[in-house]
């Protein structure tokens, strides 16, 4: 009711729906519902805090990683990429946790496509991100990813 309220007098619901989002995830595990909130407010992060958008960025991880259910995670990480997206916010740190789901979820083939589509991105990106792209491929090469192509784009 407190989104309902601010929206009826012009004022912001980021924060709001950013708690509530939270209570979502941690609390009721409806993380489809915490995306729709934190999509909701996705507009509103150009004035907002950066400790709100910091906050923003791992609702939308949050959403997909504390999901009970191993099989519709990775949908809820391709949803919290589409709405990063939308708004204009970086995906790759996503894309690279959707990765390491598909690998927990012994999805080889599709982890390594995810690879080799973020790879440009990855070079790029911080050291995090591109220590976590390496061991993601380290680890998808062990797997057994045997179609022929590295996962970082080479031959193998």
């Known amino acids: ?3 309902q309220v601010a929206e009826a007098n012009g004022l912001p619901t980021l924060s709001t729906r950013l708690a509530l989002a939270g209570v979502l ?10 995306l729709g909130e934190v ?3 996705g507009t509103e992060l150009g004035d907002g805090s950066v400790s709100e958008r910091t906050e923003w960025a791992r609702l939308l991880a ?6 009970a259910d191993d099989v519709e995670r990775p949908s809820l990480f391709r949803r919290a990429i589409e709405v990063a997206t939308a708004h204009g ?6 894309r690279l946790l959707r990765v390491r789901c598909l690998l927990d979820t012994g999805q080889v ?6 690879l080799r ?7 790029g990106g911080d050291e995090d991100d591109r220590t ?11 797997s057994g990813h045997t179609n022929g192509t590295d996962p970082a784009g080479g031959e193998l």
């Open 1 to 3: 009711q407190a989104v």
């Open 25 to 34: 995830i941690h609390d009721l595990g409806d993380s489809a519902a915490a």
């Open 39 to 41: 999509h909701a407010c």
């Open 62 to 67: 949050d959403a997909a990683v504390e999901a």
């Open 89 to 94: 916010q970086p995906t790759l740190r996503l």
């Open 109 to 114: 083939s599709a982890a390594a496509e995810g």
């Open 117 to 123: 589509a973020c790879a440009g991105e990855a070079s």
């Open 132 to 142: 976590f792209w390496t061991a993601l491929c380290e680890e998808t090469r062990q």
